[in-house]
T-cell receptor, first 114, second 110 residues
């Protein structure tokens, strides 16, 4: 298995532009999580899905952020409009409920908003 | 509110110098405590899961232990390749999400 695949690896965009981050979870995993990592705040959970349904989006910073999971093999995190304070590394992770090894993370997308 | 605090923030060790990393937590019913390793430019990589106080897990030079309020990651005779950020996370009973600490950045030099 190729693991959790995220794209792009790096994204540089101007303030006000729309940004879309993509994630392909491990086949057979029924949970998908979006995290954001910064030096100051560490890893913060933004939203997670179970069987493609959003379960908890309480970590989504504001209405500028949205996430979708149209099928079991694909998810997107969209920021519109983007702001410099959104600059961070965004991780996607997937898991199977009840499995003791927690999540499997992707390699992340480093977002820079200038 | 579930919370995880890790200390120290950074640790520099000489190769072979054993030490411990601390993870203090508060959670409304612990379902599991997780340790991850993160290398620069990569996502966190799973190391251990601990479920109950008194439990221990080992992998090569690493041993994780758990009490009712904290977990320790003991590193015995570390090597430079053990240099990484070590993250601790907890999962409560009524949730599927992990709450992470901010990590301990470990540097082991020859």
């Amino acid at each position: 298995d190729a693991g959790v695949i995220q794209s792009p690896r790096h994204e540089v965009t101007e303030m006000g532009q729309e940004v879309t981050l993509r994630c392909k979870p491990i086949s057979g995993h029924d949970y998908l999580f979006w995290y954001r990592q910064t030096m100051m705040r560490g890893l913060e959970l933004l939203i997670y899905f179970n069987n493609n349904v959003p379960i908890d989006d309480s970590g989504m910073p504001e209405d500028r952020f949205s996430a979708k999971m149209p099928n079991a093999s694909f998810s997107t995190l969209k920021i519109q409009p983007s702001e410099p304070r959104d600059s961070a590394v965004y991780f996607c992770a997937s898991s199977i409920q009840g499995v003791s090894y927690g999540y499997t993370f992707g390699s992340g997308t480093r977002l820079t908003v200038v | 509110e579930d919370q995880v605090t890790q200390s120290p923030e950074a640790l520099r060790l000489q190769e072979g110098e054993s030490s411990s990393l601390n993870c203090s937590y508060t959670v409304s019913g612990l379902r599991g405590l997780f340790w991850y390793r993160q290398d620069p430019g990569k996502g966190p990589e799973f190391l251990f899961t601990l479920y109950s106080a008194g439990e221990e897990k080992e992998k090569e030079r690493l041993k994780a232990t758990l009490t009712k309020k904290e977990s320790f990651l003991h590193i015995t005779a570390p090597k430079p390749e053990d240099s990484a950020t070590y993250l601790c996370a907890v999962q409560g009973y009524n949730t599927d999400k992990l709450i992470f600490g901010t990590g301990t950045r470990l540097q082991v030099f020859p």
